[in-house]
C-alpha cells in the first residue's frame, strides 16, 4: 500500500540504566516506521529533566558526532517518534512535549488520537489557559496541571479519565516514568526487561529486541505502570467491567514491523495466515505470487503457500529514495512510481501474474505499479488485498484520506477493477481477515472497514482540528531544545 496511510506514532522509555539515552536512541531508531516527521529525547537525573527533539527521523535529529546523546545522558529517558495526526508537522508540536508546574517538571510523549482534546482545549482557553502548540497532547498537561486535578489522590488516573479516544502515554516525571493504555488497548504497548533487570516500555517489542530486552506482556487496557526505584507496579485507572479491548487491527496488517509481537501474536505470522485466508477466499488461475514490497510481503508468502503457486519478487523496492515532491503530471508521477519500484521484467513478462498487498487506499498509487507491471510485459493481473475494502476514515490515531477520497467509497468491485486497470480484483471478507486473528473478534477495532466506531465520535477530527486556535503563530521553526 498504501503510503496514503500514515502511521501514527512510536514510544520507547527505560528506566534506571547507565546507557538509558543510548538505549532509547537505538528503540526509537527500531520504531522508526510509526513515525518520521520528529524525534525527541527527555530525560531525568532524578532531580532534573533535559529535552531534546526536532523535524526529521532519528539519524537527522541526534546526529553523529553532534554530542547530543552525551548531554542528555542520564539514567531515566523517554523517546517518540511522530507522524501528526492532530496538530500539523511542525518543530513546535514534536513530542515529547516538556513542561513545568505546580509538582515540579513533567514529559509528555503520545501515541493516538484524543477525540475530546478540541472540546478540552476550548474549556480551558475560555478560563485562561495558553497553549504552545496545536497538538491534542498538550491537553493533557493543562489537564495534569489543574489546581483541582493535583490535589486528588491519583492525579494521573484523575486526568486519564476525562480523555477520550486512543491514547498510548508515556510520562517522565524526575523520579519515574508512567505509561498509560487507553481502557479499548486501541494502540499497543509492551514492557520488557533488560539483562540488568531493568524495566522498558516500547510501543512494539522490536524496539524490545533491539536493546536486547526481554519480552514481559503487554500494557493492559485501562492500566497504568510505574517504572521507579522500586522497581514495576502497576494499577488500574478504570475498573475491570469497563476495559472493552478494540485493538487496531490495522496495526497487524499494515503498521507495526513483522517482528514484533502486538496483542497477543507475531505480525509476520499474522500476515501469512491472512495470505492462506485471502488465497481460501480469493482464488486465481495465475502463473506466479508477487508482493508489493514491503507492505504485502508476508501475505503474498501465505497466498503462495496455500495456493502452490511459485513466489517470486516482480517489484523491488529503493531503499535509497527520499521524498519526491508532488509531480505535476501524469508522465512525472509514473516515472516517481517506477524510481520506488523497479520491475523484474524476468519475473512477470508474458506471465499470469497476483499481485498481493495488504490494502488500497486511494487506489492511485496501486494504478501506478499496476501499469509499470503492464509495461514490463505481465500478461494477466490479478489483485489480491488482505483486508476488506477500506470505506470509513479512522479517528483514532491514523491520518487517513476523507471517505470521498478512498478507492472503495462508493465503487463496486467491478469499478474498482476497472479503475486499477486490472483482470480482477478480490479482497479479504471482515470474517476471514478477524478469523485470522488469536483474540475474539470483538476484541478488535474494524471501523474502518465497517463504520462501526467503538468509541463514537460527536465531532470528527483530524490532523488539523485545533489549527484554527494559532493558525498564525507556528511557521516551520528550528529544531528546539529545551
Ligand atoms: S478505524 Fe481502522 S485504522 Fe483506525 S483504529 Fe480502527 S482499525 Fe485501526
Known amino acids: 500500500m498504501a503510503k496514503d496511510i500514515k502511521e501514527n506514532c512510536g514510544l520507547f522509555g527505560i528506566f534506571g540504566d547507565a546507557e538509558a539515552v543510548q538505549k532509547v536512541y537505538f528503540g526509537l531508531y527500531s520504531l522508526q516506521h510509526r513515525g518520521q ?6 530525560s531525568s537525573n532524578g532531580e532534573f529533566m533535559q529535552c531534546y527533539k526536532g523535524m526529521g527521523m532519528v539519524s537527522r535529529v541526534f546526529r553523529r558526532g ?8 542520564n539514567p531515566i529517558a523517554i523517546g517518540h517518534v511522530r507522524y501528526s495526526t492532530t496538530g500539523s508537522s511542525k518543530a513546535v508540536n514534536s513530542q515529547p512535549l516538556m513542561s513545568e508546574y505546580s509538582r515540579g517538571q513533567v514529559a509528555v510523549a503520545h501515541n493516538g488520537n484524543l477525540i475530546n482534546a478540541a472540546l478540552l482545549r476550548d474549556e480551558y482557553e475560555a478560563y485562561g489557559s495558553i497553549f504552545k502548540s496545536t497538538s491534542d497532547t498538550e491537553v493533557i498537561i493543562h489537564l495534569l496541571a489543574k489546581p483541582t486535578h493535583v490535589s486528588k489522590p491519583d492525579p494521573l488516573a484523575h486526568v486519564l479519565n476525562h480523555l477520550q479516544g486512543a491514547y498510548c ?11 498509560a493504555r487507553d481502557p479499548c488497548g486501541i494502540r499497543p504497548l509492551c514492557i520488557g526487561r533488560t539483562e540488568k533487570g531493568g524495566y522498558v516500555i516500547a510501543s512494539e517489542s522490536c524496539a524490545l529486541d533491539m536493546i536486547g530486552a526481554k519480552f514481559i506482556r503487554e500494557v493492559e487496557p485501562g492500566e497504568i505502570v510505574t517504572l521507579d526505584k522500586s522497581g514495576l507496579s502497576s494499577r488500574f485507572f478504570v475498573k475491570p467491567g469497563i476495559v472493552t479491548p478494540a485493538h487496531c487491527i490495522f496495526e497487524h496488517i499494515y503498521f507495526a514491523k513483522q517482528n514484533s509481537t502486538i496483542f ?9 495466515k491472512l495470505g492462506r485466508q485471502l488465497a481460501i477466499e480469493q482464488p486465481a488461475d495465475a502463473d506466479v505470487v508477487i508482493p508489493i514490497p514491503d507492505s504485502g510481503t508476508s501475505a503474498a508468502v501465505g497466498y503462495a503457500e496455500q495456493s502452490r503457486l511459485p513466489f517470486d519478487m516482480g517489484l523491488v523496492r529503493s531503499h535509497y529514495v527520499g521524498r519526491t515532491f508532488i509531480s505535476p503530471d501524469q508522465k512525472l508521477r509514473e516515472l516517481e512510481v517506477k524510481l520506488k519500484l523497479a520491475v523484474v521484467k524476468e519475473t512477470v513478462g508474458g506471465k499470469s501474474v497476483v499481485v498481493v498487498d495488504d490494502s488500497i487506499v486511494r487506489g492511485t498509487t496501486t494504478k501506478g505499479k499496476i501499469r509499470t507491471l503492464r509495461q514490463a510485459g505481465a500478461k494477466q493481473i ?38 486499477l486497470e486490472v483482470d480482477s480484483v ?18 478488535y477495532c474494524t471501523a474502518c472497514w465497517n463504520g ?4 463514537p465520535v460527536d465531532i470528527p477530527v483530524n ?3 485545533m489549527e484554527h486556535h494559532q493558525k498564525h503563530m507556528f511557521d516551520d521553526l528550528p529544531q528546539t531544545n529545551e
Open 426 to 443: 478480490g479482497y479479504m471478507s471482515l470474517e476471514g481477515m478477524l478469523s485470522c486473528a488469536v483474540l475474539p473478534a470483538q476484541s
Open 66 to 73: 553532534s554530542g547530543l546523546l552525551e548531554k542528555l545522558a
Open 169 to 179: 502515554l508515556l510520562f517522565l516525571f524526575t523520579d519515574r516514568i508512567e505509561a
Open 382 to 419: 490479478h489483485m489480491r488485498v488482505s483486508c476488506p475494502p477500506l470505506r470509513f476514515p479512522c479517528f483514532y490515531g491514523v491520518d487517513f484520506p476523507t471517505k470521498e477520497e478512498l478507492l472503495a467509497n462508493n465503487r463496486d468491485f467491478e469499478q474498482i477493477k476497472e479503475f
Open 37 to 42: 516527521e520528529s524525534a525527541g529525547i527527555a
Open 452 to 455: 462501526k466506531y467503538r468509541i
Open 463 to 465: 490532523k488539523f482540528s
Open 264 to 272: 497477543g501474536e507475531n505480525v509476520h505470522e499474522f500476515r501469512k
